[in-house]
């Protein structure tokens, strides 16, 4: 968490952090206020990518050049406004929530961005719409349910195209993947099920970057 000043709790995380923010690009207001918005109004706003997640997630789409994007788990929008930014002119992201209560806060982003044609919603299980939608992405951004990941990986991988990427958030769990003291938590399990199963995927080539709570590269071989 980026804080202000250096007061109780401000570690060397969080200086790396704001030595970062400070020397990245800066994000659009529309999404400060999405984020400020998002953290007034709704329980476990941390939940959202924010400025330094979102600056390389647009980046990894204008270098990846998708013409077709998943994203499961839209919460407020953010990070599917920052991959929109990153997209060609015709390419597009197809973004679901299963919380029907977020869909207003969602739509006033969307309807507010110069990028929000570039964005179709669906709210729902991301689990039962994708079967539904029968297309082929060139991208999936997993943000969903962390107890959900297995699952996620055994549905939704037949989606991405071969040559696609799977980026999945979370994986490092706030280091709890390698703290024996999370063992019995349930989605520390999930996210280190998940990990397990990308590594022994010999469908897939994977990399880690441990941004804020971990991110994970899945190319999935042609
Ligand atoms: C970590 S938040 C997403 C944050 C967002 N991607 C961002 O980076 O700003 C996870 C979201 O996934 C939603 N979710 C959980 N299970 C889901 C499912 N099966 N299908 C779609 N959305 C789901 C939750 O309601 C929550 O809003």
Same mark, same amino acid.
């Given at each position: 968490?980026?804080?202000?000043?250096?007061?109780i709790?401000?570690?060397?995380?969080?200086?790396?952090?704001?030595?970062?923010?400070?020397?990245?690009?800066?994000?659009s207001?529309?999404?400060?206020?999405?984020?400020?918005?998002t953290?007034?109004r709704?329980l476990?706003?941390?939940?959202?990518?924010?400025h330094?997640?979102?600056?390389?997630?647009?980046?990894?789409?204008s270098?990846?050049?998708?013409?077709?994007?998943?994203?499961?788990?839209?919460?407020?929008g953010?990070?599917?406004?920052?991959?929109?930014e /990153? $997209? !060609?002119? *015709?390419?597009?992201?197809?973004?679901v =929530?299963?919380?029907?209560?977020? &869909?207003d806060?969602?739509?006033?982003?969307?309807?507010?961005?110069?990028?929000?044609?570039?964005?179709?919603?669906?709210?729902?299980?991301a689990l039962?719409?994708?079967?539904?939608? /029968? $297309? !082929?992405? *060139?991208?999936?951004f997993?943000?969903? =349910?962390k107890?959900?990941?297995? &699952?996620?990986?055994?549905?939704?991988?037949?989606?991405?195209?071969p040559?696609?990427?799977?980026?999945?958030?979370?994986?490092l769990?706030?280091?709890?993947?390698?703290?024996?003291?999370?063992?019995?938590?349930?989605?520390?399990?999930?996210v280190?099920?998940?990990?397990?199963?990308v590594?022994?995927d010999d469908?897939?080539?994977?990399?880690?970057?441990?941004?804020?709570?971990?991110?994970?590269?899945?190319?999935?071989?042609?």
């Amino acid at each position: 968490m980026v804080t202000s000043g250096q007061g109780i709790g401000y570690t060397g995380e969080d200086r790396i952090e704001e030595y970062i923010s400070a020397h990245i690009d800066e994000e659009s207001a529309l999404l400060r206020g999405i984020y400020r918005e998002t953290n007034l109004r709704l329980l476990n706003p941390r939940m959202a990518s924010g400025h330094i997640q979102g600056r390389l997630l647009k980046m990894l789409v204008s270098m990846i050049k998708p013409k077709l994007i998943l994203e499961v788990g839209t919460f407020t929008g953010y990070a599917t406004l920052c991959m929109a930014e /990153g $997209l !060609e002119r *015709d390419g597009v992201i197809h973004t679901v =929530e299963i919380d029907d209560e977020l &869909e207003d806060f969602i739509r006033k982003g969307f309807d507010r961005s110069p990028f929000g044609d570039r964005i179709r919603l669906h709210i729902g299980d991301a689990l039962r719409i994708v079967p539904k939608l /029968g $297309l !082929e992405f *060139d991208m999936i951004f997993l943000d969903g =349910e962390k107890r959900q990941y297995p &699952e996620y990986y055994t549905g939704l991988m037949k989606y991405l195209r071969p040559g696609g990427y799977l980026i999945a958030d979370n994986t490092l769990w706030d280091g709890h993947v390698v703290d024996s003291g999370y063992d019995s938590d349930p989605q520390t399990a999930a996210v280190r099920r998940f990990n397990d199963m990308v590594k022994a995927d010999d469908r897939v080539e994977v990399a880690m970057i441990p941004i804020r709570d971990g991110l994970t590269i899945v190319r999935k071989k042609i």
